[in-house]
């Protein structure tokens, strides 16, 4: 199955930036659509961001808009997440999802569709 790893999270400063990236094995990466999610201590994981398996078409959630953007390089089987502006409330693990529903915004059930996450800590 495509097995996904997320890297570029760490401690920001209010106000700074962050670029996550996930990359994806296997050649069925260009047929996903792909996201990312994330889980703040205490609190569900939400969707964030999701980007067609082309990527003419790009997905926020509300809270995110105008801040996040979304992108891949098909070529380098590689999704990445611009994070502008970051605020404390951003503060949370940021997975990975291949096969996000674009209907739904939701990922799949199964395990080897996610990353295993990578922190991401806003300081006030």
């Known amino acids: 199955q495509v097995q996904l790893v997320e890297s570029g999270g760490g401690l920001v400063e209010a106000g700074g930036s962050l670029r996550l990236s996930c990359a994806a094995s296997?050649?069925?990466?260009?047929?996903?659509?792909m996201g990312w999610f994330r889980q703040a201590p205490g609190k569900e994981r939400e969707f964030v961001a999701a980007?067609?398996?082309?990527?003419?078409?790009?997905y926020y959630a509300d809270s995110v808009k105008g801040r996040f953007t979304i992108s891949r390089d098909n070529a380098k089987n590689t999704v990445y997440l611009q994070m502008n502006s970051l605020k404390p409330e951003d503060t949370a693990v940021y997975y990975c999802?291949?096969?996000?529903?674009?209907?739904?915004?939701?990922?799949?059930?199964?395990?080897?569709?996610w990353g295993q996450g990578t922190q991401v800590t806003v300081s006030s």
């Open positions: 999802a291949a096969d996000v529903s674009i209907a739904t915004m939701e990922g799949r059930d199964e395990d080897d569709y």
């Open positions: 296997g050649r069925a990466f260009r047929a996903y659509p």
């Open positions: 980007i067609s398996w082309g990527g003419e078409s790009t």
